[in-house]
């Protein structure tokens, strides 16, 4: 349904960073995200896990020894050298059969990984020891316990290894894999609608003519999208004119996001606000007192006012957020990252990263005028604890090819003219 009359939001709904931060992340706290589906664990890096993973025997099932070596009573050690009789060999993988009991004045070589020996509780490494056929002079003694992982020690069996909400790593991998788990249950990914807007843009398949642009936005932001658990879906380009914008915005409104860029801004062609007031948007800031993106557009919108009505089984959610990213290529990726990547992870179902930043030396003394909070891309060298950061020299928002060379973003607070050499600032990964 829209509305005949619409309120185009106010202008005071320019925030400070960290007050549009912080409301982003008040509403990423209360979104969840939609369904679960079975995977294959070889497909799961990177989903979001929906179950917990329980240890489904002891870890390790049996005393594991740490090095090669000899399996001995740390008591027989108690005068070095110590000669002992060597009783047998335990590989790992040696079952009951292959292992020896050790008594007093005994030992038997061992390997890592081998399952240690009844009798034993320490093993010396092989480092500190010299065999003679059946016997083996011991130069170094070891405590109890020595190099011998108890069994269960890591984890009992039916302990929790894994909770749902985890963003599935290589660890975490291992840890499915070593309690045998061939598939897991993840929450499905959202699928974030990705509108790029503006008469000048185009296709990248066709060839643009002197007054057009290539679309980037919608493939940087399908990229970052996918980093940050979603499913991007891109939408045709939105030409500046909004019949054509309101009903590609009515389809970018099927997914569990909307992502817009461009049209954000003050040109009389800039019209993303005012067509997502018509579908009764409800907008938190339409500005940020940053730069790059001071433009950025944060909000939501009633489901079946535009948004699709949804099953309250299938997804808890009543409204559909959305973001109007500047159309500036640099804007686009920098006001993703601070802004919309929060409510994205929480859509995936897992707890929204918080920003970290660091702290280097800046190589070369920096201007800026007063007034907005800056994330200038940049180079973060140095060896290690040295960290030297330099701006990455560029022509503004545009500069996609700068972008390319920064590793992270310098960040220059709103009251600071002027940045010496030397001064420590900032950092924000990327
Ligand atoms: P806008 O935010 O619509 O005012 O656009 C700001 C600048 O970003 C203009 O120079 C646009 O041509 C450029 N731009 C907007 N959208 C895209 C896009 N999808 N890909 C590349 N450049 C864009
Ligand atoms: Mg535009």
């Given at each position: 349904m829209i509305s005949g009359m619409a309120a185009v939001p106010e202008p005071s709904l320019i925030l400070r960073f960290e007050e549009a931060r912080h409301l982003v992340e008040d509403h990423a706290a209360r979104l969840h995200p939609h369904g679960k589906e079975l995977v294959e664990l070889l497909e799961s890096a990177g989903q979001v896990l929906a179950e917990p993973v329980l240890?489904?025997?002891?870890?390790?099932p049996f005393p594991r020894a740490?090095?090669?070596g000899y399996a001995v009573?740390?008591?027989?050690?108690?005068?070095?050298p110590a000669t002992l009789d060597v009783i047998g060999e335990i590989k790992a993988g040696a079952g009951k059969d292959d292992i020896p009991v050790v008594q007093p004045g005994q030992t038997a070589a061992i390997m890592t990984g081998a399952p240690a020996p009844p009798g034993a509780d320490a093993i010396v490494m092989v480092e500190h020891t010299s065999r003679h056929a059946d016997r083996v002079q011991i130069m170094k003694g070891v405590a109890a316990g020595d190099n011998i992982v108890p069994a269960g020690s890591e984890a009992k069996r039916g302990e929790r290894l894994l909770s749902p909400g985890l963003r599935l790593d290589y660890a975490a991998i291992a840890v499915a894999a070593s309690t045998g788990r061939s598939r897991l249950l993840v929450y499905r990914k959202p699928q974030v609608a990705v509108l790029a807007t503006g008469d000048e843009i185009v296709d990248i398949d066709v060839p643009p003519a002197t007054n057009q642009i290539r679309n980037s936005n919608s493939y940087s932001l399908a990229a970052q999208v996918q980093s940050a658990g979603g499913e991007p879906v891109l939408l045709p380009i939105a030409p500046d004119e909004p019949t054509r914008l309101r009903e590609l915005i009515a389809d970018g409104l099927e997914g569990d996001l909307l992502l817009l860029a461009g049209?954000?801004?003050?040109?009389?062609?800039?019209?993303v606000e005012q067509v997502l007031a018509e579908f009764q948007a409800e907008f938190f800031?339409?500005?940020?007192?940053?730069?790059?993106?001071?433009?950025v557009v944060f909000g939501r919108i009633p489901c079946g006012a535009g948004a699709p009505a949804r099953e309250p089984p299938a997804s808890p959610q009543t409204h559909t957020y959305f973001f109007g990213l500047p159309g500036n290529p640099v804007s686009t990726m920098v006001t993703f990252e601070l802004f919309a990547r929060p409510v994205l992870e929480a859509l995936s179902g897992t707890t929204p990263r918080k920003l970290v930043f660091l702290n280097a030396r800046l190589k070369s003394e920096v201007r800026t005028k007063t007034g907005l909070k800056r994330f200038l891309p940049a180079i973060l060298s140095g060896e290690f604890e040295h960290a030297e950061v330099e701006l990455v020299p560029w022509h503004?928002?545009?500069?996609v090819a700068s972008m390319v060379r920064a590793n992270c973003y310098v960040v220059i607070p709103p009251d600071r003219e002027r940045i010496a050499a030397g001064e420590w600032v900032p950092v924000l990964m990327m």
């Open positions: 240890a489904d025997r002891n870890f390790p740490m090095r090669d009573r740390a008591a027989d050690l108690y005068q070095l049209g954000v801004s003050m040109g009389k062609y800039d019209l800031f339409t500005a940020v007192l940053i730069q790059p993106g001071k433009p503004g928002s545009g500069d």
